[in-house]
């Protein structure tokens, strides 16, 4: 059994970059949605957008906890680093689009979140990047992989694993 892949209840403490005001591509005044993250950081965001991305489930089946400025905020049980880096897949390229991959725990929650709200475009760009976001760390990818089923994945780290002594990892 893959008991790496359980969950564990401890929790990291967050810091965020820029503390609990979002980036500036989801501060947007066009938005017509905000998005507030399990720690309270509020994202405002563009329902096409969200549709386009398969987001349905996810805007129907999480809680509304009221307005602002007239825009319904729903509260999202996912970090604030978590969803601005599962937002910025979202968009299209050149608006707000990740400078770095996010590290494993985070890359890990946003595939629990895309597959618990039925993301499957969100966790085909997942599953297609997880090779760059992990470059050179065979075993995360493998790791990863293993947990969600992605079969070509685990086997291609599995290669560059066996190839590439322990120590070096």
């Known amino acids: ?15 965020l970059a820029y503390g609990n005001e979002p980036p500036a591509a989801f501060a947007r ?27 349905d489930d996810l805007l129907s089946n999480v809680l509304n906890i009221g307005e602002v400025d007239g825009l319904p905020i729903l509260q999202v049980d996912i970090s604030a680093f978590a969803l601005e880096y599962l937002l910025q897949l ?23 979140f895309a597959t618990k709200h039925n993301m499957d475009i969100i966790l085909r760009l997942l599953r297609r990047d997880l090779k760059y976001a992990f470059e050179g760390n065979h075993l995360t990818r493998y790791l990863i992989s293993t947990c969600y089923g992605w079969h070509p994945e685990a086997q291609d780290a599995a290669r560059r694993l066996a190839d590439n002594p322990l120590h070096n990892i």
């Open 29 to 55: 005044e066009d938005a017509d949605i905000i998005l507030q993250s399990s720690n309270d950081v509020a994202f405002r965001a563009h329902k096409i957008i969200l549709t386009m991305n398969c987001a």
């Open 1 to 15: 059994p893959a008991s790496f892949c359980q969950s564990t209840n401890a929790t990291p403490s967050l810091h």
């Open 90 to 112: 979202c968009y299209p390229a050149g608006v707000s689009s990740p400078s770095t991959y996010p590290g494993s725990r985070t890359y890990d929650e946003v595939v629990r």
